[in-house]
């Protein structure tokens, strides 16, 4: 039995993040979350920008973390198009509840993502 324990031990702490995958992290959801506040397009779009190229590389907790918040990105972007469609439409009210429940679920998943990466824990997975 105690062999399998130092195996499962010695994997889990190559699988750690470095400092700099950490700080990278901490660095794309702080750009995230600001984009839903204060720097509406700025944030996000820089955030994504990190994120598709970092998404490849780096150990396999970051880069499950950098493709949880590509695909907040990709996903957001397209409910925000569908969003600005109801809005041409002149359905005001869809509109924004459209864009409520984008805002909120994105809000979501950054702050899901981010109490994983304190953990030290991959980002959720999708089913």
């Given at each position: 039995?105690?062999?399998l324990?130092?195996?499962?031990?010695?994997?889990?702490k190559?699988?750690?993040l470095?400092?700099?995958?950490?700080?990278?992290?901490?660095?794309?959801?702080f750009?995230y979350?600001?984009g839903?506040t204060?720097?509406?397009?700025?944030g996000?779009?820089?955030?994504?920008?990190?994120?598709?190229?970092k998404?490849?590389?780096?150990?396999k907790?970051?880069?499950?973390?950098?493709?949880?918040?590509?695909?907040?990105?990709?996903?957001?972007i397209?409910?925000?198009a569908?969003?600005l469609?109801?809005?041409?439409?002149?359905?005001?009210l869809?509109?924004?509840?459209?864009?409520?429940i984008?805002?909120?679920?994105?809000?979501?998943?950054e702050?899901?993502g981010?109490?994983?990466?304190?953990?030290g824990?991959?980002?959720?997975?999708e089913?």
């Amino acid at each position: 039995m105690a062999p399998l324990n130092k195996v499962a031990n010695a994997s889990s702490k190559t699988e750690a993040l470095s400092t700099t995958e950490r700080r990278v992290l901490f660095f794309t959801y702080f750009l995230y979350l600001m984009g839903d506040t204060l720097l509406p397009v700025t944030g996000i779009i820089i955030g994504a920008i990190v994120n598709y190229v970092k998404q490849k590389t780096g150990s396999k907790i970051s880069r499950s973390h950098h493709e949880w918040l590509f695909r907040t990105f990709i996903i957001t972007i397209g409910g925000l198009a569908l969003s600005l469609l109801f809005w041409s439409l002149d359905f005001h009210l869809g509109a924004i509840i459209a864009t409520a429940i984008i805002y909120f679920w994105s809000l979501y998943r950054e702050i899901r993502g981010f109490l994983n990466l304190l953990e030290g824990k991959p980002a959720p997975h999708e089913g």
